[in-house]
């Protein structure tokens, strides 16, 4: 891993070098959402919704923290040491499968970036993302007792582009996120 310090919250800060080499990676194939959507603010979500961020517009309602704005390649920053969803469920009768099109920010080189994922607080899994990626995992329904769901997404590297470039971005990147799905395994 590159050279960096850690912030208050255990998180690694890096130096950044190239804001653009995260704006610039192709979609991968594969995200096997069902609708595409961008519900109105209060809605309830549908499970197999796919959501995804647009520019201008405000987070879909299920982005709930640790989110910056949406950028101009129609994806969104975690700002800072986590990102948070929060999904209104029905009663579930089977296990959920997550999916997140997503990548790391990548601002020193082609270096991995680990995501440890959250269900109600229980660690789910880590996954170490190289490249923009559709990442699937699967939540057994016991993780989800109420009718709501909050999956945090925590990454092991954060990086600020005003440290190591001429740019003015202060935010303290980590994962961008063009999608999230939620729905039932094997739909």
Known sequence: MGSGSLNSNGVKMLMAKD??????????????????????????????????????????????????????????????AMGEFVFDLPVLMRDLVLEIDCFPV???????????VYVEGAFLDAVMLRE?????????????????????LVPAVVQVPKLATDSSDERALSIGVHAVALAYEGD
């Not at 699937?136 to 769901?149: Q, Y």
């Open 19 to 80: 804001a653009q080499r995260a704006r610039a990676q192709r979609a991968p194939d594969g995200f096997r959402g069902g609708l595409v959507a961008h519900p109105d603010a209060g809605a309830p979500y549908r499970l197999g919704t796919v959501l995804r961020p647009h520019r201008g517009e405000g987070l879909p309602e299920a982005f709930a923290r640790g989110w910056c704005d949406v950028d101009d390649g129609g994806f969104v920053w975690i700002d800072g």
């Open 132 to 152: 923009r990626m559709v990442v699937r995992l699967s939540i057994a329904r016991d993780l989800c007792p109420g009718k709501r769901v909050r999956i945090n």
């Open 106 to 116: 990548g601002l020193v080189g082609p270096e991995p970036q680990r995501m440890s």
